[in-house]
């Protein structure tokens, strides 16, 4: 399989990746827990604690940003984002931890839609990790402090199914890397079967959970030859079928990003620049070969 020409940050850059390993481009930017490319180049991340950017990669200006910690009724509230999506009409849609809740806003920075999020553990910190609108317009969101994957209706904002991930019969442990353990579930993406592929943070592990909340696939921390999961962070299902799995806080030596075949869970690719890139790589995105180049 070929290597992939990826986005992603680490050690203070925003970088990308060249298939062939090489640096096609690069900013100084801080830590993430997001980021989209959209189809024109600019780039959707996190700036700081609470607000939203978008980078003209050309200029490598921000060109345009929300502020969550100040718009639409959170001023003087504490308030974290970790996830958010741009969407094909131009609204944004941002998951802020604290005041709890999933919102859209548009260009102008106006409330267009707002639902309350279920959080049984509140911290500004773990409400959220990583959520996603559906193409049934419902939300998907990772409630990383809750160890819940939970699906809201867009309407009503009523939960329609909800998955509390697994400790397996172990007992939780502190720590970021492959010592520790828990169920702060990181990211969730739902299936074209209707099944929801979920990676469990610091449970070092991906499962395949169907409608009925039975798992019908999982890879654990060392099921990958030569390879130690700790945590697992991002998630994508590429146009091939296969699945790249981000691998933070794991350690020299050990892959930050793994592309999977899922049917045989033969690791087809794998990314290890720790040297480069630190051990905090969080966040990633699989840029087409031939796409828009961002320099």
Known sequence: ??????????????????????????????????????????????????????????????????????????????????????????????????????IEVDRDGKLLKEVKLKVNHPHPHTDTRLARKLTNGNYLVCHEGDGFVREYDNKSGEIVWEYEVPLFGKEPKGGHGPEAFGNKCFAAVRLPNGHTLITTGNGHSVIEVAADKQIVWKIEQTDLPGITLAWVTTLEVLPNGNYLIGNCHAGPHQPQLIELEPKTKEVVWKFERHATFGNDVSNSQVLEPSGTSLR
């Open 1 to 102: 399989m070929a290597a992939q020409r990826v986005i992603l940050q680490g050690n203070g850059k925003l970088t990308v990746v060249k298939a062939d390993g090489s640096t096609e481009w690069d900013m100084n930017w801080g830590g993430i827990h997001d980021i989209h490319v959209i189809k024109n180049g600019h780039i959707f991340v996190q700036q700081g604690a609470a607000r939203v950017a978008e980078i003209d990669p050309q200029t490598k200006q921000v060109v345009w940003s929300y502020d969550s910690e100040t718009q639409n009724g959170n001023a003087g509230k504490k308030v974290e984002v970790h996830a958010f999506q741009p969407l094909d009409d131009g609204r944004l849609m941002i998951a802020e931890s604290g005041p709890a809740r999933i």
